[in-house]
């Protein structure tokens, strides 16, 4: 275990009742038992979900590529994803190919839609939209919950982010506040907002409605003081072994440890909800729009 694990360069409190790790699940368990978990824990860390050999043929692709853009230390072995010390781009501005077959496959394949369609009961669809993460030296992801930037259509909606490789706790993968999916009335006016949305009798409304300005999110910057007000532990896994999968619902405070390392950290999340429930329209479509200005909506607050 390395001395200290930062989150966006706050170190955590090590201390076991400020931190610890997941608990682990099957996706062999009985649907009940799962159904249960994930109201009680608000997520699934499901071990083993994929064969490893599935999993390393999507991270040889990723790699080459990150490799052929010129994102990886020349002369090093892809497979390493040896930083160059350029950043990749988040979200919306990440290049790397959304229609990768094998990558495809992986997140959106029969394995994990059949899995979704038992432990939600019924005919699944998923955003179209996949979120890379390739995260290189140094801050970890904004601390955050997933409804604000994916809430405009059902609520019972579920993330899952898969590790693209072995991620240490040096590396930095997810944490995430236990029991924070169930502080909704703490957090009821984070979990209102809507980060394309902006209020039309602020001062600064024209600078939203052009672009100028945008909220991104975040929750907390301190992710001690944070756990303060709402409680719970920061949990995260020894190690995501690549095959594992982290479901998650829409209001669990999550965000990812800061990475010491020299190489990338590499994962996905993507979304899965009943097929019959409204989809939010920003992530659905051959090229979904995701944040564009056109999806900005101004109201009065
Ligand atoms: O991988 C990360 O750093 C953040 C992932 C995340 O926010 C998510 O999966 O919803
Ligand atoms: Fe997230």
Not at 182 to 188: C, Q, V
Request: charged share 25%.
């Amino acid at each position: 275990m390395p001395n200290t694990l930062c989150t966006l360069g706050v170190p955590l409190d090590l201390s076991p009742a400020k931190f610890g790790f997941l608990r682990d699940s099957r996706a062999s368990e009985d649907v009940s038992t799962l159904n249960q978990r994930m109201q009680d824990d608000g997520y699934l860390y499901l071990r083993e979900f994929w064969f490893r050999e599935q999993v390393q043929a999507v991270r040889d692709s990723v790699t080459s590529q990150l490799a052929k853009l010129g994102f990886l230390k020349p002369g090093t072995p892809p497979d390493e994803a040896q930083y160059n010390n350029r950043e990749v781009g988040r979200a919306m501005g990440n290049p790397l190919d959304q229609q990768d077959p094998l990558l495809r496959e992986l997140v959106f394949g029969q394995e994990i839609v059949s899995f979704f369609e038992r432990f939600l009961g019924g005919t699944v669809r998923h955003f179209d939209f996949i979120w890379f993460r390739t995260k290189g030296p140094g801050l970890g992801s904004p601390i955050h919950c997933d409804l604000v930037y994916m809430g405009r259509g059902t609520h019972n909606l579920f993330t899952t982010w898969v590790p693209l490789g072995d991620v240490s706790l040096e590396t930095g993968g997810l944490i995430v506040l236990e029991g924070s999916h169930r502080k909704s009335e703490e957090l009821k006016s984070y979990l209102a907002r809507d980060v394309d949305e902006f209020c039309t009798n602020r001062e600064d409304a024209a600078d939203y409605a052009s672009g100028k300005k945008w909220w991104d999110g975040t929750l907390s910057k301190n992710a001690n003081a944070l756990q303060k007000s709402l409680g719970g532990r920061w949990l995260t896994s020894r190690e995501f072994r690549m095959g594992d999968a982290m479901m998650f619902n829409m209001t669990l405070v999550h965000g990812s440890l800061d990475n010491q390392t020299e190489r990338f950290r590499l994962s996905t999340d993507t979304r899965y909800q009943l097929a019959a429930e409204p989809a939010d329209e920003r992530w659905i479509g051959k090229s979904p729009p995701g944040h564009a200005l056109a999806m900005r909506h101004g109201r009065v607050c």
